[in-house]
């Protein structure tokens, strides 16, 4: 059997191309997670390394976190490519969906190191693939907003069935594919069991609004014992 990695940013396109990797048979057995050095944290994302870990975890698979800075960052991934061609990976999964020069920009990379370059996502309409994400189970929390394309009010909402009716009257990309909002994933078939989360700090640097999720390894609890930002996603319908 092949063996693929997928990028991993703990987002939502992450976990439905998890899920749609796995749907077409491929083995992933790696998930590369990149992060800034200095903040321990997922770029624009804003989610925690620890946070990461708890979702490789429920996935099941085995995680590669990568420390970069913006200077170092080329050179970190090309390493790290190397590196799954000597454990025996053949390729590398995206997210991706139509953003041509990301994808290319990766795609270029990749290839370079010998590995098939893989889009589950690529090229479907952005409402589709959201209203597929909520549809198998999938739940996600904001973390991360650009005030200049979506309010600051979205900032912790969960993606869910309300949320996919609400998102299509702001005109943006649904799934947030020009960098309006970015997300955590916690629950989905993507995952062993759910991942419970509260919401913590928000930061706002005068373009981005950033929340902190802190989280636990597993769901274990039920009513008034549930984390709160948990009871209102289990109540969604889909």
């Known amino acids: 059997m092949s063996h693929y990695a997928l990028m991993w940013s703990g987002g939502k396109d992450s976990a439905l191309a998890l899920w749609r990797a796995r749907q077409r048979g491929l083995q992933v057995d790696w998930l590369v997670n990149i992060y800034d050095r200095a903040t321990e944290r997922v770029r624009f994302h804003a989610t925690p390394i620890d946070a990461i870990a708890l979702q490789a975890e ?3 698979v085995r995680l ?36 041509a ?39 996600a929390v904001l973390t991360c907003v650009e005030t200049a394309k979506l309010d600051a009010s979205w900032l912790g909402r969960v993606i869910d069935a309300d949320f996919l009716r609400d998102v299509r009257a702001t005109g943006i990309d649904p799934c947030g ?48 014992d549930q984390p709160q930002s948990q009871r209102a996603s289990s109540s969604s319908s889909a």
């Open 58 to 60: 429920a996935a099941g």
């Open 64 to 99: 590669v976190s990568v420390a970069t800075d913006w200077e170092t960052f080329d050179a970190s991934l090309r390493d790290t490519l190397a590196e799954l061609v000597e454990q025996g990976c053949r390729g590398v999964v995206f997210g991706d969906i139509h953003l």
């Open 101 to 139: 020069d990301v994808r290319g920009w990766y795609e270029e990379r990749t290839r370079a190191a010998g590995l098939e370059h893989v889009e589950p996502l690529w090229g479907d309409d952005p409402r589709s693939l959201l209203e597929e994400f909520v549809a198998i189970g999938g739940r």
């Open 177 to 224: 594919e020009n960098g309006e909002y970015h997300s955590f994933a916690f629950a989905g078939p993507f995952f062993a069991h759910p991942l419970a989360w509260r919401a913590g700090e928000r930061r706002d640097d005068g373009r981005f609004v950033q929340l902190d999720v802190t989280v636990q390894s597993a769901v274990t609890s039920t009513g008034a």
